[in-house]
C-alpha cells in the first residue's frame, strides 16, 4: 500500500515547495477548454484551530493571471492526442504567465474524465494507549481493508471523512481523544493510470512540475457548494464538454464522485449532425440560441443557417428555435437521466438534504433547472464558483468553478491519507525514522 | 433573426522555443542578468579590449591631453598683467624677479602656491598674497617687513624688523639715521627688548650710540664719550628705568663717569673714568692732607 502513494507524497511535498515560492498554476484540462489560473500566496495564510481561517479560507492567496484557450486534443476529460494537449495547455500556461508577469513552475491539475469510482473503506483497530495518538490514527488508516480496484487503476483521492472511537461517530479529529477502538471511514476515488500519466507526461513536456492532481468533480463541487450544502449533504453535477461529473459531499468532505462520459459537446455534435452544419457554427448556434423547453413563440423565431458549400439553398437554409430546442432536448434528458442513475447508485436519495448544484458551462442552458428539478427532484439550483481575490470577471462564469475550486484546494487541501504519518510497522526495518521514534517515545 | 456567420480561426499555440524562451524572459534572475550583467559585461569587455592595444590608449591619452590643452588656452584662462601692490619700487623689483614669470600665462599653469613660498623667502616680505582678478590680472599684495633697527654683526649692518627677522643690508649708518643701531652676537634674537630698552632710555636722546649685546645674555647701552650703562639680563628695562631717574636726579651721566653697573641691583656702581679717579684721589690725598705726592 505505501509505495502506491509515493508519487502523491512527492507531489505533496512539491506543492510545499511551490507555496514556499509563493507561486503556483492551476490547470483546469477540460474537453472543451483549458484554463489556467496563476496564484499568487502572500503569506497570510493562517490555519486557526478551529479549522476555517479568514474569508473561509479564501484569503491567503489571489489569482494573478488567468488565461483560457480552446483545447485540443481532449476527449471525454481524457487526453486523447498528446501533442495537441500539450501544445493547448501551452498556450494557456503562456498566456497566463504573461498576465501575471512571472514565472510558474508548479501546476496542480484537474480533470473529469478517466472513469472514476467511488470506494467506501473502513478500518478499525484497538488503541493501546490510554489516548488516541498520531500513530493510531495512522495505523486505523493502513487498516482500512483496500478493494481490489483492480490493474490499471491509480488511487487519485482518498480521503478520511469520518472517525468513531468506541460508540461516538462523527469525529473529525480523534486525536488526544480517550477510547479503546478506533474506526475510520475513508472514501478512496480511482481512475485509469493512463489518464494520470498521460496528464503528467504532458505538463512535464511543458517544464512544469507537477504539483497535485484533483478529480474536476471533487473541486467543481468545493467551489459551487456552499459551505451548509457541504455539510448537510448536496450533490454537484458539473456539465462540461466533455463529461459531466457528478460528486456528493456531506459533513464537508466528498463521499462519492463520478463522472457520465457526456456533456455539451454531445449536444453540439446532436446539433451538427441533425441540422447538417460544422461543429463550430453547431456550437455558436447552441450558445446563442439554445434551450430545453419549446413555447410557441420558438416556432416563429427562425434562425439562419449560413455555409460556404458553394450550394446556394443549402447555405441559405432556416431552422426554427423550436427544432433546435428539439434536438438539444432529448440529449440532455439522457444526460441528467445518466446523473440520476449514478446519484441512485450512490443512495443519495438517503441524505438528510438532497440540494442538487448545477455548475460547469453546460450547465447555461436556459431552461435547464426546470428540466433538471423534474428529473433529479425538487431542490435544484444552478451554482456559480466562489468569488476569489483577484479572479477576472471572465473567468467567474460556472464553467470555472473545477478551476475556481482547485484555487481553494491549492490553498487548503483537505487531508489525504498521504497527509499522515506512515505507521511504525510499515517502515523498512532499519529506518532511522523509527529509531528516532523509538528514542522519542523511551526518552 | 440574427445572421450567425462562421468563424474560422486556427488555434494559436506557441511553439516549444517561444514557450520556453518566454519562460526564461519571466525568469527574474535572468532578466536582471540581461538587463544589467550583459550591458556591463560588453561595456567592460570592449573597453579593456579596446585600451589592451597600445596605440589606442596613446591615442586616447593624447585626445584628452590635447582637451585639456584646448580648454587650458582659452581666453579668458589666460594671465596676461601682473600687479605688484603694497611694495616699494626696490622689493617690487625683487618679487617680480623672484616670481620669474612669462607672461602671458594660463591660470591653469600658474602654481599660486609655490609662488607664494618663492616670495615669501625674500627678507624684505612680511606676507605675501596673490590672486588672479578678473581680466587676467595677476594680483600680488605685499606686506614688507618694516625696519626698526640697524645690526651690526661681524658682516656688516643690516636692518631689522621688530621680529628679529632681516629686512635687508644697510650699506652704511648714514644711509638710515633714524633707527638705532644694536651690536652684538644674539642682538637679534632679542629685538623686542631692544625696541623696550630704546624707549625707556629716550631721555639720552642725544647722547645714545647704541645697545650692546654682551656675551648673548644681556644689555649694554653704550653713550658717547664712550660712556656705558651695564644693564642685568632680567628686569633690564627697569634697571635703565632706575639709570634714568638717576640721571635725571643728579644729573650723573653728564659727569666724568665711565661706566655705570646695574648689574646688581642692590649694589648700582659707578665706574670712574682715569683722570677723574687720578682727580678723585687727588682731592681724598688733599683733603686728608697728605703730603706724600
Known amino acids: 500500500m505505501i509505495e502506491l502513494y509515493e508519487s502523491q507524497r512527492a507531489m505533496r511535498n512539491m506543492r510545499r515547495a511551490a507555496m514556499q515560492r509563493g507561486v503556483v498554476a492551476v490547470l483546469d484540462v477540460g474537453s472543451s477548454k483549458i484554463a489556467c489560473l496563476v496564484l499568487r500566496f502572500d503569506g497570510t495564510d493562517r490555519q486557526t484551530d478551529s479549522g476555517v481561517g479568514s474569508l473561509a479560507g479564501q484569503a491567503g492567496f489571489r489569482v494573478i493571471g488567468a488565461a483560457t484557450t480552446r483545447s485540443r486534443g481532449v476527449r471525454f476529460g481524457e487526453i486523447a492526442a498528446m501533442s495537441e494537449t500539450e501544445r493547448a495547455i501551452r498556450t494557456a500556461v503562456q498566456a497566463a504567465q504573461k498576465m501575471a508577469g512571472i514565472r510558474v513552475d508548479h501546476v496542480i491539475a484537474c480533470f473529469s474524465g478517466a472513469t472514476p469510482r467511488s470506494y467506501g473503506l473502513a478500518g478499525k483497530v484497538e488503541v493501546d494507549a490510554p489516548v488516541v495518538s498520531e500513530q493510531d490514527v495512522a495505523r486505523v488508516l493502513s487498516a482500512c481493508d483496500v478493494p481490489d480496484f483492480g490493474p490499471g487503476r491509480e488511487v487519485l483521492h482518498a480521503q478520511p471523512v469520518n472517525f468513531a472511537l468506541d460508540h461516538r461517530s462523527g469525529l473529525s479529529d480523534p486525536r488526544g481523544q480517550i477510547g479503546r477502538d478506533l474506526a475510520c471511514d475513508m472514501h478512496m476515488l480511482t481512475v485509469n493510470a493512463q489518464a494520470i500519466q498521460n496528464l503528467a507526461h504532458c505538463v512535464k513536456r511543458c517544464d512544469l512540475e507537477l504539483a497535485g492532481i484533483a478529480s474536476s468533480a471533487y473541486v467543481s463541487g468545493v467551489a459551487a457548494l456552499v459551505e451548509d450544502e457541504q455539510e448537510l449533504g448536496a450533490a454537484c453535477i458539473d456539465m462540461g464538454g466533455g463529461a459531466t461529473g457528478v460528486s456528493i459531499f456531506m459533513k464537508k468532505h466528498m463521499i462519492y464522485a463520478d463522472a457520465v462520459p457526456m456533456g455539451g459537446d454531445h449536444v453540439t455534435g446532436d446539433i451538427s449532425m441533425g441540422l447538417q452544419i460544422p461543429m463550430a457554427m453547431a456550437e455558436r448556434i447552441k450558445t446563442f440560441y439554445g434551450g430545453v423547453v419549446a413555447t410557441g413563440m420558438d416556432d416563429r423565431e427562425m434562425i439562419e443557417i449560413s455555409g460556404d458549400t458553394g450550394d446556394w439553398h443549402h447555405d441559405r437554409r432556416q431552422v426554427s428555435r423550436a427544432e433546435l430546442i428539439g434536438i438539444m432536448r432529448p440529449r440532455v434528458e439522457e444526460i441528467l437521466e445518466e446523473v440520476r442513475a449514478s446519484l441512485d447508485a450512490a443512495g443519495f436519495e438517503h441524505l438528510p438534504s438532497q440540494q442538487i448544484v448545477l455548475t460547469g458551462a453546460a450547465s447555461q442552458i436556459p431552461g435547464l433547472d426546470g428540466l433538471a428539478s423534474r428529473i433529479l427532484g425538487s431542490q435544484v439550483r444552478l451554482g456559480r464558483p466562489l468569488r476569489v481575490h483577484g479572479l477576472p470577471q471572465a473567468a467567474t462564469g460556472p464553467g470555472f468553478a473545477s478551476a475556481v475550486g482547485m484555487c481553494l484546494f491549492a490553498a487548503h487541501p483537505q487531508d489525504e491519507w498521504w497527509d499522515f504519518e506512515i505507521p511504525v510497522d510499515k517502515y523498512p526495518a532499519r529506518s532511522l525514522k523509527r529509531a528516532v521514534k523509538w528514542f522519542r517515545d523511551n526518552w | ?293
Request: hydrophobic fraction near 45%; aromatic fraction near 4%.
Open chain 2, 1 to 293: 433573426m440574427q445572421q450567425v456567420t462562421q468563424v474560422f480561426r486556427p488555434d494559436p499555440a506557441p511553439s516549444r522555443l517561444k514557450y520556453r524562451m518566454e519562460r526564461l524572459m519571466l525568469t527574474p534572475l535572468f532578466r536582471f542578468a540581461l538587463r544589467v550583467g550583459l550591458p556591463f559585461a560588453l561595456g567592460l569587455g570592449g573597453a579593456s579590449w579596446y585600451f589592451s592595444v597600445e596605440a589606442n590608449r596613446a591615442a586616447v591619452m593624447d585626445a584628452l591631453l590635447g582637451l585639456q590643452e584646448q580648454v587650458q588656452s582659452r581666453p579668458e584662462f589666460a594671465v596676461s598683467q601682473m600687479s605688484i601692490d603694497g611694495a616699494g619700487p626696490g622689493v617690487t623689483a625683487a618679487v617680480r624677479e623672484a616670481m620669474a614669470l612669462q607672461l602671458p600665462l594660463s591660470s591653469f599653469d600658474l602654481d599660486l602656491d609655490a609662488l607664494r613660498a618663492r616670495i615669501g623667502t625674500l627678507d624684505a616680505v612680511k606676507s605675501v598674497a596673490l590672486r588672479i582678478r578678473q581680466g587676467g590680472v595677476l594680483q600680488v599684495d605685499v606686506v614688507e617687513r618694516v625696519p626698526v633697527v640697524l645690526w651690526r654683526s661681524g658682516t656688516g649692518l643690516e636692518m631689522l624688523d621688530d621680529s628679529g627677522a632681516r629686512v635687508g643690508p644697510a650699506a652704511s649708518r648714514t644711509d638710515r639715521p633714524d633707527l638705532p643701531v644694536i651690536a652684538g652676537t644674539g642682538a637679534r634674537d632679542h629685538v623686542s627688548e631692544a625696541l623696550a630698552l630704546l624707549t625707556a632710555a629716550a631721555p639720552l636722546e642725544g647722547r645714545l650710540r647704541g645697545l650692546e649685546r654682551i656675551g648673548e645674555r644681556r644689555w649694554d647701552v653704550v653713550l658717547d664719550r664712550g660712556q656705558r650703562i651695564l644693564l642685568p639680563e632680567t628686569d633690564a628695562v627697569q634697571a635703565l628705568e632706575r639709570a634714568m631717574a638717576m640721571d635725571g636726579a643728579v644729573d650723573m651721566l653728564s659727569r666724568d663717569i665711565a661706566a655705570v653697573d646695574l648689574r646688581l641691583a642692590q649694589r648700582p656702581t659707578l665706574r670712574l673714568s682715569a683722570m677723574a679717579s687720578q682727580e678723585y684721589w687727588r682731592i681724598k690725598a688733599m683733603e686728608t692732607g697728605d703730603q706724600r705726592q
